[in-house]
C-alpha cells in the first residue's frame, strides 16, 4: 500500500462524508450514521484485537459501557468539562483493560476470552446496581453534548460530521497501524508466535497493547454514544451487544480496517430496514456467527476477497504483479 | 538431555547431528528459550540467558529456523523478511499509528533492509508474492532471509535440508557457506550427511540426550560410538 | 448479626442452584475432556429442555413423559449442533470453536424465543407444593428433588465412567486421544456420544429448575454462563470439580445474595470465575489444562 494510494482511500472518505452532509435530508440518516460511526469505532478496534491479534473479547460492551457512564456521570452529575471526562473515560477504560489483560494474555488460548466474558457481565450488573452513582436500569440522562469552541454539537448532522471526522481519523490510525512495524509483528504473531518470539516480538506485551488499544477505541465510543443521545441506560451495554461487536468484526472480515466499517454499517442498518427483523434478530446473529465461522472462519468479506485473490493468482500461472 | 556439555566457537558452521529423538531440537529450544534447563547454564556472549524468554534471547542476536517451517502465511515474502528486522527497529504503538517522520524513515530503512536479506537468499524477485505459495525449498530459504535480517551472531538451522531436492540442498549449502562469510556463526542440526559434512568445521553427536562425540567431520565419521549409534552395534566398520 | 435461620434457609436455596449449576458444569466438563471445545452452548440446553418438558407437560399431563421427551429432544438437538455446526470446521482452533458454539448458543435461544415466544411458562412441581419444614427452615418439595435427582445423575454418571465400556472409552479419550485412537476407540463416536450426554444432563437440570424458576426462553444464557464459571472453578477436566464448583457457586451466591445484596447476586458466579482465571487457571481439583 504505497502512499499515493492511501491518499486517495482518504480523499473518497471525506468527500463521501461530506457529500452525504450536504446531501441527506432529515434528522433521521444522520443519527442512523452517527449510530454507524458510533459502531464501527467500536468494530475497528475489535477488529485489531480479534483479526490481528488473534484473541477475543467477549465482554467489549463493557469498555463501551465505561467511556459512556465515566462521560455521562463526570458530565451530567458533576459538571466536568466533556472532553476532560472523554479523557478520563480513556484512562479508566485503558487501565481496566491493562489489569485484565496481564493475567488473562499470561495463559493461553482462551482466557482472555473468559475472563472478558466475565468482565463484561460485572460491568453490566454493576451499572444496573450501584443505582446512585449510574440511575440504574432507568438509566442517566441529562448528558450535555459536546462543544468545539462556539458550536455546540446538539443535531445530528454536527454530531455526524464530528463523528465521521473523528472515525476517518481513526481509520487513518488504524491503517497506519497495521501496515507499521507493530502491526507486522502483530499479523505475524498471529500466523505463528513460536517464530515471532524468535524474531525478539514480546508477544505478550504486543497482545496487552492491542487490548489495550482496542478498549480506549471502545471507550472513545461510548464516550460519544453518551453525549450523542444525551441518555444513557445500561440495557445498550449487554452481554449480547459484545456479541454483535463480533459478528460485526466477522461480518466484515477479520483484519480489515474497511471491512469493520461495512460489518458496522451493515448490522446497524439491517435492523432498522427491516422492522420485522426485530424478532429474528437473535437468530439471525447467530446463524451469521456460526455460517461464517465455519465457512469462512476470516471473516465474510475477507474470505470472499480471499477466494478471489487466490483464484486470481493461480489464473496468472502464480505470480502476482508487483 | 543430560550432561552435555558443548561450547561454539564464534564464525565457525558447527552441526549437531545424532539419530531422531537424540534431543537435537530440545537443545536448540533450550538455548533460544522455548524450554527452561533444570539443571545448567547456557552462556550466550558473556551472559547466562538460560530461563529468560524466546523474545529476550533472540534480542541478543540469536537466530533460528524451525524443523517444521513456521512463516507468517497471510504476509508477503518481503513481509516475513521485514519482520526479521524487528529487533532492530523501535517504532511503537503510538508512532506506528501517528507515522512520525523519524518513523517513515525507518520503515524505509527497514524496507531495504529485507530486500537485501532476500537479495542475499535469492528471493528478491519474489518480494511481493504470498509466501504461502512458496515451494517447500524456497521456504526453507526465506526462514533463513527472515533470521538473516536480524543481524545475528548465531544462527540456529534446524534440519534446513528436510524435504529438499538434490538443487535446492545445493543452494542450501551455498547459503550456508555464504552466512560464515558474513561473519555468523551457525549452528546446524540436519541428517542429511553429505551437507553436514561438507560444510560443518565441527560436528557434536547427541543420542539419547547426551553427547557422545564432537570433533571435526573426520573423526566423527570414524568413531566407533557415533556409527554404532546410527546403524547399530552389530555393524562391521 | 449472622442468625441461624435466614442461614439454613439460604443453604437451602443455595444448594438447589448449585445442584442444577452442578449439572451443567458437567456437561462442560463432558464435552471438554472428549474434545477439548468449551461449548457455550450449553445453556441453551438447559432453556431448550426446560421449554419442551412444559410443552410436552401442556400436551399430555405426565411429568416423567414430559421428562423424557424433554431430554430427548435437547439430545437429539445437542447431537445435531456437533454434527452440523462443529464437524464441517476446516481450521478447529479455540478462536473459531468459542465463536462458532456462542454464535449457536445464540441461534438457539433465539429459536427458542420464536417458537415460545418471551413468556415465562411454569411446570408443574414433581411431588406438589406441600412445603416441608426442616427446623428453622422452610423446603419445597422440589428443592429436593433437584438435590436429589442430581445426586442420583451424578452417581449415574460417575458409575458409567467406570464400570461401562463405553464409559471408559470416553475416559480414554481423554486421557490419551491418540493411544485411544490406536485401540479402536473411535474418536468421532466419542464425540457425538459426549455431546449427547452433555445436553441430555441440560436438559435435565432446566427440568428440574422449571418449577421453581418458570420456564422463560432466556433463562439459558445466565444459567450456562454460571455453570461454566463453577466448570472453571472446579477445574475443567475433572467431573467432580465440576459437581463441587457448582454446589460451591450456588452456595456463594446464596450466602452473598442474603448476606450482602441481592442485586449484585449474579455478579458473583463471574467474580469467581475471574478470581479463579487470575489466582488458579487450573480451579480447584483441575489438573489436566
Same mark, same amino acid.
Given at each position: ?47 485489531? /484485537? ?120 481513526? /481509520? ?151 | ?218 573423526a566423527i565419521q570414524k568413531h566407533p560410538e557415533v556409527i554404532a549409534a546410527y546403524l547399530g552395534t552389530d555393524w562391521q566398520a | 448479626m449472622v442468625t441461624f435461620v435466614p442461614l439454613l434457609q439460604y443453604l437451602v436455596s443455595g444448594l438447589t442452584n448449585g445442584a442444577i449449576y452442578a449439572l451443567i458444569a458437567l456437561g462442560f466438563g463432558i464435552i471438554y475432556n472428549a474434545t477439548t471445545i468449551i461449548n457455550f452452548a450449553q445453556g441453551e440446553m438447559v ?144 464425540v457425538q456420544f459426549s455431546f449427547g450426554l452433555s445436553s441430555a444432563l441440560g436438559a435435565a437440570a432446566g427440568i428440574l429448575i422449571a418449577p421453581l424458576t418458570l420456564g422463560v426462553y432466556d433463562m439459558g444464557t445466565m444459567l450456562g454462563l454460571k455453570g461454566f464459571s463453577a466448570a472453571i472453578m472446579g477445574g475443567l477436566g475433572s467431573l467432580l470439580g465440576g459437581v463441587l464448583g457448582g454446589l460451591v457457586l450456588g452456595v456463594a451466591e446464596a450466602l ?34
Amino acid at each position: 500500500m504505497n502512499p499515493g494510494w492511501l491518499f486517495n482511500r482518504w480523499s473518497l472518505f471525506a468527500a463521501a462524508v461530506l457529500v452525504l452532509a450536504a446531501s441527506l435530508q432529515g434528522d433521521y440518516y444522520f443519527s442512523l450514521l452517527n449510530f454507524i460511526g458510533i459502531h464501527a469505532l467500536l468494530v475497528v478496534g475489535l477488529n485489531l /484485537l480479534m483479526g490481528y491479534g488473534g484473541q477475543i473479547s467477549l465482554g467489549h460492551a463493557a469498555f463501551f459501557g465505561l467511556g459512556a457512564y465515566t462521560s455521562a456521570i463526570l458530565t451530567a452529575t458533576y459538571g466536568v468539562n466533556p472532553w476532560l471526562a472523554l479523557v478520563a473515560g480513556l484512562l479508566l477504560s485503558g487501565s481496566t483493560a491493562f489489569l485484565l489483560g496481564v493475567p488473562a494474555l499470561k495463559l493461553r488460548g482462551y482466557y482472555l476470552a473468559m475472563a472478558t466474558l466475565g468482565f463484561g457481565i460485572i460491568v453490566y450488573i454493576v451499572l444496573n446496581e450501584a443505582q446512585a452513582l449510574t440511575g440504574g436500569p432507568s438509566g442517566l440522562a441529562g448528558i450535555p453534548s459536546l462543544a468545539l469552541g462556539p458550536v455546540l454539537l446538539n443535531t445530528p448532522r454536527r454530531l455526524y460530521l464530528f463523528i465521521w471526522t473523528t472515525l476517518g481519523v481513526v /481509520l487513518a490510525l488504524s491503517a497506519n497501524l497495521v501496515d507499521s512495524r507493530l502491526g507486522r509483528a502483530l499479523r505475524a504473531l498471529h500466523d505463528s508466535e513460536a517464530a515471532a518470539q524468535s524474531l525478539a516480538v514480546d508477544t505478550f506485551a504486543l497482545k496487552l497493547k492491542v487490548f489495550i488499544w482496542s478498549a480506549l477505541y471502545a471507550s472513545l465510543a461510548g464516550s460519544l454514544y453518551a453525549h450523542t443521545l444525551n441518555f444513557i441506560a445500561p440495557s445498550s451495554f449487554t452481554f449480547m451487544f459484545s456479541i454483535k461487536l463480533v459478528t460485526m468484526v466477522l461480518l466484515g472480515g477479520m483484519a480489515s480496517i474497511w471491512g469493520s466499517l461495512l460489518g458496522a454499517g451493515v448490522l446497524t442498518v439491517l435492523p432498522e430496514l427491516l422492522t420485522a427483523f426485530h424478532d429474528y434478530e437473535v437468530v439471525i446473529f447467530g446463524a451469521i456467527l456460526m455460517a461464517v465461522m465455519i465457512f469462512l472462519p476470516r471473516g465474510l468479506i475477507r474470505g470472499l476477497l480471499d477466494l478471489w485473490e487466490f483464484r486470481r493468482y493461480k489464473r496468472e500461472g502464480g505470480s502476482i504483479p508487483v | 538431555m543430560e550432561d552435555v556439555s558443548l561450547s561454539v566457537r564464534p564464525g565457525a558452521i558447527q552441526a549437531i547431528i545424532g539419530p531422531n529423538g537424540a534431543g537435537k531440537t530440545t537443545l536448540f529450544h533450550l538455548v533460544t528459550g522455548f524450554l527452561t534447563p533444570q539443571a545448567g547454564r547456557i552462556v550466550f556472549a558473556g551472559q547466562e540467558i538460560q530461563g529468560r524468554p524466546p523474545h529476550a534471547i533472540a534480542a541478543l542476536g540469536i537466530a533460528r529456523t524451525f524443523q517444521l517451517v513456521q512463516l507468517f502465511d497471510h504476509m508477503t515474502v518481503l513481509e516475513n523478511a521485514m519482520v526479521g528486522r524487528h529487533r532492530l527497529s523501535r517504532a511503537g504503538l503510538l508512532s506506528g499509528a501517528l507515522r512520525f517522520p523519524w518513523t517513515r524513515t525507518e520503515e524505509k530503512a527497514i524496507r531495504e533492509e529485507a530486500l537485501e536479506a532476500l537479495e542475499f537468499v535469492g528471493l528478491a524477485d519474489r518480494a511481493q508474492q504470498p509466501a504461502a505459495a512458496l515451494p517447500l525449498g524456497l521456504k526453507r530459504l526465506l526462514e533463513i532471509a527472515r533470521g538473516y535480517a536480524s543481524r545475528p551472531t548465531l544462527l540456529l538451522l534446524d534440519e534446513p535440508a528436510s524435504g529438499l531436492d538434490a538443487g535446492e540442498t545445493d543452494r542450501l549449502r551455498e547459503m550456508i557457506l555464504a552466512l560464515r562469510e558474513q561473519g555468523i556463526t551457525v549452528l546446524l542440526v540436519e541428517h542429511d550427511m553429505a551437507l553436514t559434512m561438507e560444510v560443518a568445521e565441527e560436528i557434536a553427536v547427541l543420542n539419547y540426550g547426551r553427547l557422545i562425540a564432537e570433533g571435526p567431520p573426520r573423526a566423527i565419521q570414524k568413531h566407533p560410538e557415533v556409527i554404532a549409534a546410527y546403524l547399530g552395534t552389530d555393524w562391521q566398520a | 448479626m449472622v442468625t441461624f435461620v435466614p442461614l439454613l434457609q439460604y443453604l437451602v436455596s443455595g444448594l438447589t442452584n448449585g445442584a442444577i449449576y452442578a449439572l451443567i458444569a458437567l456437561g462442560f466438563g463432558i464435552i471438554y475432556n472428549a474434545t477439548t471445545i468449551i461449548n457455550f452452548a450449553q445453556g441453551e440446553m438447559v432453556a431448550l429442555g426446560a421449554l419442551c418438558a412444559i410443552s410436552c407437560y401442556h400436551l399430555e399431563p405426565s411429568l416423567p413423559l414430559a421428562f423424557l421427551v424433554g431430554t430427548g429432544l435437547v439430545t437429539v438437538v445437542g447431537l445435531a449442533f456437533e454434527r452440523a455446526a462443529l464437524r464441517p470446521v476446516k481450521d478447529p482452533n479455540p478462536l473459531t470453536l468459542i465463536i462458532i458454539t456462542v454464535g449457536g448458543g445464540v441461534f438457539l435461544k433465539g429459536v427458542a424465543m420464536l417458537l415460545w415466544g418471551k413468556e415465562a411458562y411454569p411446570l408443574a412441581s414433581f411431588s406438589g407444593n406441600v412445603p416441608l419444614h426442616l427446623g428453622p427452615a422452610t423446603i419445597m418439595p422440589q428443592n429436593l428433588w433437584v438435590m436429589g435427582l442430581t445426586g442420583a445423575l451424578v452417581l449415574a454418571l460417575e458409575a458409567f465412567f467406570r464400570l461401562t465400556l463405553v464409559g471408559k472409552a470416553m475416559r480414554a479419550c481423554a486421557y490419551n486421544p491418540r493411544a485411544a485412537r490406536l485401540v479402536g476407540i473411535p474418536a468421532a463416536r466419542m464425540v457425538q456420544f459426549s455431546f449427547g450426554l452433555s445436553s441430555a444432563l441440560g436438559a435435565a437440570a432446566g427440568i428440574l429448575i422449571a418449577p421453581l424458576t418458570l420456564g422463560v426462553y432466556d433463562m439459558g444464557t445466565m444459567l450456562g454462563l454460571k455453570g461454566f464459571s463453577a466448570a472453571i472453578m472446579g477445574g475443567l477436566g475433572s467431573l467432580l470439580g465440576g459437581v463441587l464448583g457448582g454446589l460451591v457457586l450456588g452456595v456463594a451466591e446464596a450466602l452473598a445474595s442474603g448476606f450482602i445484596s441481592s442485586g449484585y447476586r449474579d455478579a458473583v458466579a463471574f467474580l469467581i470465575l475471574l478470581l479463579v482465571l487470575f489466582l488458579r487457571p487450573q480451579g480447584l481439583l483441575g489438573g489436566r489444562k
